[in-house]
């Protein structure tokens, strides 16, 4: 079956330190892997894409890495803040030749501690 | 306008009521999108709709629920005879292309309980 998995529900850090955020998916090709930030009662609010034949993105103090061998991408952010506190998501979209749709993990819940 | 719009932000219902949810999307976005989102649960596709194209309803999970979008642009979702399962995070988004590559835009979301 299709599963999105993100490496923990939740991860404390320390402020200044880099938070690295893991997603892993099977039996899905994906063309662009996109990451998402989700604070309490508010939609998701879109970070980053990458695209399949990209190993690593970066913006500001965010880096994306994605590797279709082992069907993961990591989510780096460096320097970290208390105000970076949130949920991230990662979403997959299958480009044109798949569904219309982003498939969504569940999430991990950052907390960055003064 | 500036951003996707959802009304109403929350909605308590009683079970068997119908309720109809609302999404007006970013101005010139062809795309558009519902998701569900449940407590602990990644967000569930439901409809997406781009241009005059028939909607892709693929994720609706049973016929109560249905939606449509006017003019290309303001959608409805109606749930019918509503269950307690139904209680969740109701989410609009937008985006300028199918396929999402310049990312979605989400609203805020519409709370649904149904007690």
């Known amino acids: 079956s299709q599963k999105i998995e993100q490496n923990s529900e939740a991860l404390n850090i320390q402020e200044g330190k880099t938070a690295t955020l893991t997603c892993n998916y099977t039996n899905y090709s994906p063309a662009y892997l996109q990451w998402y930030r989700q604070d309490p009662g508010r939609g998701p609010v879109f970070l980053l894409l990458i695209r399949e034949n990209e190993k690593e993105k970066r913006k500001e103090r965010l880096k994306v890495t994605f590797d279709t061998t082992l069907k993961q991408s990591l989510f780096h952010i460096t320097a970290s803040q208390p105000a970076d506190s949130a949920t991230y998501l990662c979403a997959l979209d299958q480009g044109p030749a798949g569904a219309n749709n982003l498939f969504f993990g569940t999430g991990t819940r950052l907390t960055v501690i003064p | 306008g500036a951003g996707v719009s959802q009304s109403p932000s929350n909605k308590v219902t009683e079970k068997g009521k119908d309720v109809e949810l609302r999404c007006d999307p970013i101005s010139g976005h062809t795309a558009l999108y519902w998701y569900r989102q449940s407590l602990g649960q990644g967000l569930e596709f439901l409809i997406y709709?781009?241009?005059?194209?028939?909607?892709?309803k693929s994720g609706l999970p049973s016929d109560r629920f249905s939606a449509e979008r006017t003019g290309g642009s303001v959608s409805t979702l109606t749930i019918q005879r509503t269950q307690q399962e139904d209680s969740a995070v109701y989410l609009c988004?937008?985006?300028?292309?199918?396929?999402?590559?310049?990312?979605?835009?989400f609203g805020s979301g519409t709370r649904l309980t149904v007690v």
């Open positions: 709709f781009q241009g005059n194209s028939a909607p892709d």
């Open positions: 988004a937008s985006s300028r292309e199918v396929q999402g590559v310049y990312g979605y835009t």
